[in-house]
């Protein structure tokens, strides 16, 4: 949800978005509508990630969506991590394939599984960035905890630097817990913004639909939130709309 709704406001500031969905269970696909290519037969990002005299394959998947491009998953993907495993440096893979389209765009989004691996590996250091979804539960510290020692571990081993961009609090109801952990946020991430996402049924009808927010039912007052992250991420990097810095 968060990854197509990020997408989908940049797309309303006029930016070429691409979305690469790295997660095996293909949510993002599935949400932007694309199931065929989830279950579509190889090639897929399988081997663009697994065979390095594939990686120029990655042009060939992308598919095209009214809010933006999209790097599809595929049920395949789940063999990726142990393949990925047996590579050398094999956090590496995906970066040295997006060389070969990250011009098209002014932003490349990449939606990461929901564990630790080395598909997350590819997908933070590829990035060199991290916007941070998280719930606001007591679970959420320990997740955050395990997430930052993770990234200092990748960082450590591949000579690089992850910055953070921002915390999307996701499906805030209004529970004392929530409120808690909202506070918990503020105080835990001091130096970068915090967005608070509250729990709303029209998120879930758009994914249905196959799109973003944004044209689903932009007037909903969550869609404000997600194009304050938007221009946050522009300001971030510099991206202006007399000149894009990427």
């Known amino acids: 949800m968060t990854a197509i709704n990020v997408a989908g406001a940049l797309n309303d500031r006029g930016r070429d978005v691409l979305l690469v969905d790295l997660d095996p269970q293909g949510a993002a696909t599935e949400g932007l509508g694309f199931l065929d290519?989830?279950?579509?037969?190889?090639?897929?990002?399988?081997?663009?990630?697994?065979?390095?005299?594939?990686?120029?394959?990655?042009a060939d998947l992308i598919v095209a969506h009214d809010e933006m491009d999209v790097v599809p998953s595929n049920i395949d993907m789940a063999a990726a991590e142990r393949e990925l495993t047996l590579s050398r440096r094999g956090g590496e893979q995906l970066a040295l394939a997006l060389e070969e389209i990250e011009a098209d765009y002014d932003y490349i989004l990449i939606d990461c599984?929901?564990?630790?691996?080395y598909l997350t590996d590819n997908g933070l250091y590829a990035a060199q960035n991290i916007l941070i979804p998280a719930l606001a539960e007591s679970t959420s510290k320990r997740a955050l905890e395990l997430l930052f020692d993770h990234v200092e571990m990748l960082e450590a081993e591949y000579e690089t630097t992850i910055a953070e961009r921002g915390v999307v609090a996701n499906r805030v109801e209004e529970t004392n817990e929530a409120e808690e952990m909202m506070a918990w946020f503020d105080e835990a991430f001091p130096d970068i913004p915090v967005w608070e996402v509250r729990k709303r049924v029209a998120f879930q009808r758009a994914f249905s639909a196959g799109e973003s927010i944004f044209a689903y039912d932009e007037d909903l007052d969550m869609a404000e939130v997600f194009l304050e992250v938007a221009a946050s991420l522009d300001d971030q990097f510099g991206v202006v709309d007399t000149e894009v810095a990427r």
Not at 113 to 117: D, E, M, S, T, V
Request: proline letters at 19%; glycine letters at 4%.
């Open 37 to 58: 290519a989830y279950d579509a037969e190889p090639p897929s990002l399988l081997e663009v990630l697994t065979e390095p005299d594939r990686r120029e394959e990655i």
């Open 113 to 117: 599984p929901p564990y630790l691996g």
